[in-house]
């Protein structure tokens, strides 16, 4: 049975109890919508109404807790106290009547969180003991390595949809991970979730799951695709040593969608707020809860419908410059600490290293892909604090009352006036650097990929870190072209950049990457809150559910919601964008070249250990023939 969303009834004044003409009483219906977005370190509110203007932000930071090199944990009991504290400070703040809310969203990372199904209370992820609220499993966490492997060695079908293999990040591995480390009996009463749905579930009560979550993360592959008869891979996780989770049709999973389950797209209707959680938030029960998603995707709600000017190779000319095909052509890059890679497509696509195609996530039967870089804000970071200027620099920054990114950028303007160069690029012409300091997400999908430098010198001063901080912003743009190249090889059509998150803010950077991916980088106008704009807009659409449980097209929603933003086009002078082509070509030879050395060693080394493993019996004969143990012969006397 639908629940039908909460509606507040307009309160109509008499006009003895106004004391006012009628005629000139003004009392405006305002709809407001909430969006809540749950990071690696902190939970943020927003509030928007609904033209999709933001009329309030708040937020909190989140408990982070590292037991082990390696090992990351959360608790949904801290990260719920610090959403209920950042809704109530927003609706404080701004005067902003709790009744005027009519429908809430969540995204959150793609993180395991696990509870008890008896009882519903949080278990605890912290081995050896498993005795605290810390529930949940971080994204970036890297235990279940061995886990990870035997999950690759089954080669199952269900890997074509996460680009070939299944990520150490994703849940599944860590659920397996619990298996082999928890008390039977306590792994046997767990219930799993992805984060986003754990939270949906604090919020309604109920065990409804999102595709966005499931068959992202968690692989689920929807019924119809591929064969498939369940969503869950029945087969699959019997083979990696899951089958238990298969029993009353994968109820500890979320069920079976129509049977013992219920999944929706992004910011369907998946149920309405519950007393006690409202009761937390300081709104009314009976609120509009949309399905939410992982946080990639909502910065692809909040960016890709911006309203911009494009030109004609941007846009399909078949279609209105509104109409939901033009998704087709759009890349979302949500840029963090990491960047993620999020594009549409009408039918599905394999890209090698890209995760998915994955259907129905976001807008039922169409498919999204998922891209990335492991690290782009944390290789910045890593460039600039680890160079022998990093204090003197920062100080001088900090000085000028200004963070160190924007001074590098104006230093690299002033060394650019002062050696003549034509463009900031030149300064950086001989210097290559290849950065996968963190591993390679996408294309190459190869965690032991690690960075090169061609060109470094003895130079420590400023003029070097600056040097080397162009070159890292120059990385990432050619890394980013890769991406873009590859997805289009196998069947997209990308034309242009969508950009969210911190280093929209980076003018350098940003034309770097217009410049080396040769087409238009899009800045939305709320670049620090994107991804929770995307969020509130699942909102918008959970509320505007029928008593059928029918809701608008997210398309339409974020059409009418989209605020315009900012086009950063690529450079115009050819000397440049042959400059940097020449040095694109340099960056795949390093990408390459590094797997190409890696390989060659590894058979000399390989040979190297057989030979060792051979001779290893030989040598021990030896040994106990001279040890003096029991079977040593006695010299003659």
Known sequence: MTHIPFRQPNRQHSRQMSGMDPHNELNPHMDHYIGIDVGTGSARACIIDGKGDIIGLASENIGLWQPEQGYYEQSTNDIWRCICNSVQRILNQHNIDPSTIRGLAFDATCSLAVFAHD???????????FDNDRNIVLWLDHRPVEETAKINATKHNLLRYVGGTMSIEMEIPKVLWLKNHMPKALFDRCKFYDLTDAL??????????????????????????????????????????????????????????????????????????????????????????????????????????????????????????????????????????????IAMSPKPVFVQGVWGPYRDVLIPGYWMAEGGQSATGELLKHVLETHPAFSQTMSIAESYNTNIYDYLNEHLREMRKKQNAPTISWLGRHFFFYGDLFGNRSPIADPRMTGSVIGLSNDKSMDGLALYYYATMEFIALQTHQIIETMNESGHQIHSIFMSGSQCQNEILMRLMASACDMPVLIPQYVHAAVVHGAAMLGAKAASAD???????????????????????????????????????????????????????????????????????????????????????????
């Open 119 to 129: 009882t519903d209370e949080p278990v605890s992820v912290t081995s050896p003991k």
């Open 200 to 341: 949906t579930h604090m919020a309604t009560g109920n065990e409804n799951r999102s595709f966005c979550s499931t068959v992202c993360k968690q692989g689920y592959v929807p019924v119809g695709v591929d064969g498939s008869v369940k969503g869950w891979q029945e087969d699959f996780l019997q083979e990696i040593g899951l089958g238990e989770l298969t029993e009353d049709n994968c109820k500890r999973l979320g069920g079976v969608n129509g049977v013992n389950g219920k999944w929706f797209s992004a910011g369907e209707l998946v149920g309405t707020l519950s007393e006690k959680a409202a009761n937390e938030l300081g709104l009314p029960a009976g609120i509009a809860v949309g399905s939410g998603v992982i946080d990639a995707y909502a910065g692809w709600i909040g960016t890709v419908g911006a309203k911009v000017k494009l030109g004609d190779h941007e846009l399909d000319s078949s279609a209105a410059s509104n109409d939901k095909s033009q998704a087709f052509t759009r890349l979302a890059a949500v840029a963090g600490t990491s960047t993620c890679h």
């Open 547 to 637: 008593k059928d449980g029918k809701t608008e097209p997210l398309w339409d929603i974020m059409d009418r919601m989209s605020k315009p933003g900012r086009v950063v086009a690529p450079s115009s002078d050819p000397h440049e964008k042959e400059l940097l082509t020449i040095k694109y070509k340099v960056f795949l030879e390093q990408c390459h070249s590094q797997r190409e050395y890696r390989k060659n060693v590894d058979e000399v080394v390989d040979r190297w250990t057989e030979k060792a493993k051979s001779e290893k019996p030989h040598e021990q004969a030896q040994a106990d023939n001279t040890s003096g143990g029991v079977n040593m012969k006695l010299p003659l006397t």
